[in-house]
């Protein structure tokens, strides 16, 4: 065995190639199909890569529902005609219910702990309705359904539904909720002066499909 | 080669929340009752009549336990009111409010037992005059009148 005068060339390669003597012209026929195998895969690396390459994302479901002050106090007449008139709406008091939804169909479901009524004790209890109200600068394009929107009672759930394009703004959009009650009948016992009549109302929301 | 990214729901957190509904009852305490009209104290015998029924006070009330009482003008005792002509004539009554059959109050100032709460539309009560239509008194011709007054009371 002899190593080849271009020997030295490749000695410091890990790959050290020794071949009988003779055999120089052999061996630069494997050289040169081993190089241009090499190029051949190397062009065939770089092809596989630029169509291989996807770059995709997932944006998570945000749909929620919070309250400034979750607090409605009405005051009402004790002589049984209802809901004291305290402003031009004719409620004393509201809720602004701030819902934030990236998804465009979403349903509200409100749940009354008293079945829609105020109670006190043992007292006969008040019944009340439910008023939801979108603001519509927030929601310009979205659709509804809403039957709260006269007012309903929560003797059982009652929801309110976004049935296209009900995507807010980061900050959210607002539906105003607010309690009336309505007079009673003549020949029915007034409500108690003396007593703090309440409900609490669960609210939730979830996206639809 | 692939690169993918998701970002987290924000879910759960805030999809429930507590709305408070408070409601206050102002208070409703009254009572009423129409004026009555000048009647006939004597009848066709010439003499006084039993009874009068003087008009029905309504009262509407939402709190659970009030009172009423009477009270006269001229009242010569707690149970013997007048009506008078003038300083020396007067016809003596006794009275009696009533809940149908029930006497509430036939004294006065002297307060009912306890009342309940009322319906919308107020508790009717009955007030009666009584004379004494045995007596002979021949009673001089003119208007005879007292004032009545009505009180209701909170416990």
């Known amino acids: 065995l002899v190593r080849p005068a271009w020997s030295s060339s490749i000695s410091s390669n890990p790959l050290e190639i020794v071949l009988p003597c003779g055999s120089k012209k052999v ?86 702990g008293n079945a829609g009524t105020l109670k006190s004790e043992s007292l006969t209890p008040i019944p009340y309705k439910l008023h939801v109200t979108p603001v519509d600068a927030d929601f310009a394009t979205a659709t509804f359904t809403n039957p709260l929107s006269a007012g309903v009672s929560l003797a059982t759930d009652k929801t309110f539904q976004a049935t296209a394009d009900g995507r807010t703004k980061k900050t959210g959009g607002t539906l105003n909720v607010s309690v009336s009650v309505d007079a009673i009948g003549d020949d029915v016992f007034l409500w108690d002066a003396q007593s703090t009549y309440s409900d609490t109302v669960t609210i939730t929301i979830a996206a639809d499909l | ?103 509430v109050v036939s004294s006065f100032l002297t307060p009912s037992a306890a009342q309940s709460i009322t319906t919308k539309n107020g508790k009717s009560f009955d007030l009666f005059f009584y004379f004494d239509s045995e007596d002979a008194t021949v009673w001089p011709q003119g208007i005879y009148q007292d004032t009545v007054t009505l009180s209701i009371s909170t416990d």
């Open chain 1, 27 to 112: 061996l630069e026929g494997i050289m040169k199909k081993f190089f241009v195998a090499i190029m051949l895969s190397l062009l065939a690396v770089s092809f596989v890569a630029a169509t291989d390459l996807t770059i995709s994302g997932s944006i998570g479901q945000n749909v929620s529902v919070d309250f400034t002050d979750g607090l409605i106090a009405i005051n009402v007449l004790g002589d049984g005609t209802g809901t004291l008139n305290g402003s031009a709406s004719g409620f004393d008091n509201a809720a602004a219910l701030k819902v934030i939804s990236n998804r465009k169909k979403w349903t509200i479901t409100f749940h009354s």
């Open chain 2, 1 to 103: 080669m692939t690169i993918a990214g998701t970002v987290s729901p924000v879910f759960g957190a805030d999809e429930l929340k507590s709305l408070n509904v408070k409601a206050q009852v102002s208070p409703v305490f009254s009572v009423n009752m129409v004026e009555p009209d000048t009647f006939n104290i004597v009848g066709a015998n010439g003499k006084l009549i039993p009874s009068k029924q003087i008009g029905s006070p309504v009262i509407v009330s939402n709190y659970t336990s009030w009172k009423i009482s009477v009270d006269s003008s001229y009242e010569t005792s707690a149970t013997q009111g007048r009506l008078k002509l003038d300083d020396a004539t007067y016809i003596p009554y006794t009275f009696a409010l009533k809940d149908g059959d029930a006497v």
